[in-house]
């Protein structure tokens, strides 16, 4: 049997300090807050589908808390709409930053876009059937 050396870790490198990292603190959540908000506003003046999703949102979350007979089902309720909104963020990201790489078609562009398309699918899916199994024992 080969002996077997021990290996002293590779030091790793020292990365160049992130410009955009430096703020900390309250400063840092505050600027985290407002880039929040910045973010928000943008998918609501481009995404038509976020458009329609929050709009439902509106609608649903006061329906989830008169219609959630304990906390536990009103959360539940509420995290399923909740979810459905940042999965469609998180699609729109990942729609963007293919397009800053390339407008140019490509198979592994349109891969990406539809795992999220299909992420925010399978979102709105469980949204139903979240809603659904908490509402039809009742009808």
Not at 30 to 36: E, R, T
Not at 51 to 74: F, K, N, S
Not at 96 to 103: A, E, F, K, N
Request: charged share 20%; glycine share 4%.
């Amino acid at each position: 049997m080969a002996q077997q050396r021990e290996r002293a870790p590779l030091p790793k490198p020292e990365a160049a300090p992130n410009p955009y990292k430096a703020r900390t603190g309250l400063s840092r959540v505050y600027h985290a807050g407002i880039n929040s908000i910045s973010g928000l506003r943008s998918a609501w003046k481009t995404e038509s589908a976020f458009r329609q999703e929050l709009t439902l949102a509106l609608i649903m979350l006061p329906l989830a808390l008169w219609l959630g007979r304990t906390w536990t089902e009103r959360a539940v309720l509420v995290g399923s709409v909740l979810l459905v909104l940042i999965v469609e963020l998180l699609n729109t990201a990942i729609e963007y930053t293919v397009d800053r790489v390339s407008l140019e078609r490509h198979e592994l562009s349109k891969t990406a876009k539809d795992l999220g398309s299909a992420a925010v699918l399978l979102t709105l899916l469980l949204c139903a059937l979240i809603w659904a199994a908490v509402l039809l024992p009742r009808v």
